[in-house]
């Protein structure tokens, strides 16, 4: 949930300054013509309403039978239930060119730690709240080739540790934070791990207002639920929203991962991402990264926040190693190839391969998008969790055997597994 601008200005002007963002706005009215023009125009106009109505119609048609044709043919990726046509997606989610962030790297093995402190006896007011968090969220201004994009942070040290989420500087060349003093740091990159949408930034700053984090597990649906941020970018930062804690432990698809998120009816909107999600006390309980939208209607109240007890799991790793060790991945995106399906597309039933990300070795061995697995290690699959279940005993390094149903023929291939930060980077 970043805001993204594009602009040919020079890097330096700041996204967030000089960008144009991804909304225009239209006047409800046109400029005032001249007598001559609009008698000319009169002429005409019986035969520009009848061109206007075909093509309002046109448009309508192919868009219903666009809808149509998504639903019967949609698949979900790895993880999702496929119940209902919701979508849940970081706004906007990275394009496939922005998979390489190039960041100036700050050292790790610090050792810094994130802290979770313990429950406060009393609750707090808004305005207390506010107040004593507002100084510990800032604006991150991410600059990338050709435009850049704004998002959120939260201040976790006062000499300049700041958490933010990964896919809001994933791309960038170079970024900034913006203080609520107004002043702007450039930021080095501790470490960031795409899986889990985290990152770490350090700014060179000292007697910064750390923000208090707080133990997620003890939050209950009903609990109240504050989220600070900065909404569409830098014009409304500091924008506080209130709502309740409507679901804990919510397994959410995104991509093919299933991250397990905190779920919120506080307002969250593109630019929020890497904010803070507080308690009543005052506390952060989650890191906001994300909502749900449908395809069929409008959806509100369904944001998403990573809790703190991942937080801390994964910016701990962060900060000592530069990213997050322990996840072999194979490098491929797939969907379940039903016999319906199939049968329409003249294919076997099998693991549909969407996407095979590139530096993997299942790219090196040759395994292609539009692939069918049809066989890991000589079982029988036919989901994506049959591959993750057969995958679960391995680890990096390790090869995996699959047969792959291609253009009429059947292929073997041997792919190794690689950790998920090196495909990250």
């Known amino acids: 949930m970043r805001t993204d601008y594009y602009t040919n200005t020079p890097a330096g002007g700041g996204p967030g300054r000089t960008g144009t963002p991804r909304y225009t706005v239209i006047p409800f009215e046109q400029p005032p013509q001249s007598e001559e023009k609009k008698r000319r125009g009169s002429r005409k106009a019986p035969w520009i309403f009848a061109a206007f109505l075909v093509l309002i119609v046109a448009l309508t048609t192919l868009t219903l039978a666009l809808s149509w044709m998504f639903y019967q043919d949609e698949e979900p990726t790895a993880g999702e239930s496929g119940g209902g046509n919701y ?91 913006l203080l609520s003093d107004d002043s702007v740091h450039k930021a080095l990159l501790v470490g960031g791990d795409q899986t889990n949408d985290l990152a770490v930034l350090k700014i060179d ?65 593109s630019g929020n991402s890497g904010g803070a999600l507080l308690n009543d006390r005052g506390q952060v309980v989650g890191i906001t990264n994300m ?19 991942t937080v801390k799991t994964i910016v701990d790793d962060l900060i000592a190693y530069g990213h997050v060790p322990g996840y072999p991945t194979l490098g491929i995106l797939g969907s379940t ?8 597309s003249g294919l076997v039933v099998g693991v549909y391969v969407q996407s095979v990300t590139a530096g993997s070795d299942a790219e090196k061995q040759g395994m ?33 055997h699959f047969r792959v149903y291609r253009n009429g023929e059947y292929l073997d291939l041997e ?11």
């Open 87 to 177: 979508t849940t997606i970081p706004i906007p989610t990275a394009s496939p060119e922005t998979g390489v962030t190039d960041l100036e790297r700050a050292p790790t093995g610090t050792g810094v730690t994130l802290s979770i402190a313990a429950l406060p006896e009393n609750g707090l007011t808004y305005q207390e709240i506010y107040d004593r968090n507002i100084a510990a969220v800032v604006s991150i201004r991410a600059y990338q080739t050709g435009g850049g994009a704004t998002g959120t942070g939260v201040i976790m040290t006062a000499d300049g540790y700041i958490i933010t989420n990964y896919h809001v500087i994933q791309g960038s060349y170079e970024v900034e934070v």
């Open 337 to 344: 190839m039903d016999e319906e399906r199939a049968a329409a």
């Open 415 to 425: 792919v190794k597994l690689v950790e998920r930060y090196q495909l990250d980077q």
């Open 205 to 269: 700053a000292a007697d910064l207002t750390p923000a208090e984090f707080g133990d997620s597990d003890l939050l209950q649906v009903g609990d109240l639920a504050l989220a600070i941020g900065n909404p569409l970018g830098e014009e409304l930062r500091g924008t506080m929203t209130d709502g309740i804690i409507s679901a804990i432990s919510r397994d959410v698809n995104v991509d093919g991962n299933t991250m397990t998120l905190i779920q919120t009816t506080a307002a969250l909107n």
């Open 291 to 309: 909502k749900m939208t449908s395809y069929s209607g409008s959806v509100e109240g369904l944001g998403f926040a990573i809790p703190t007890n």
């Open 368 to 400: 292609r998008a539009g692939d069918v697995i049809t066989e890991c290690n000589g079982q029988s699959v036919t989901s994506v969790d049959d591959i993750n279940a057969i995958k679960a005993g391995f680890q990096a390094g390790d090869a995996l």
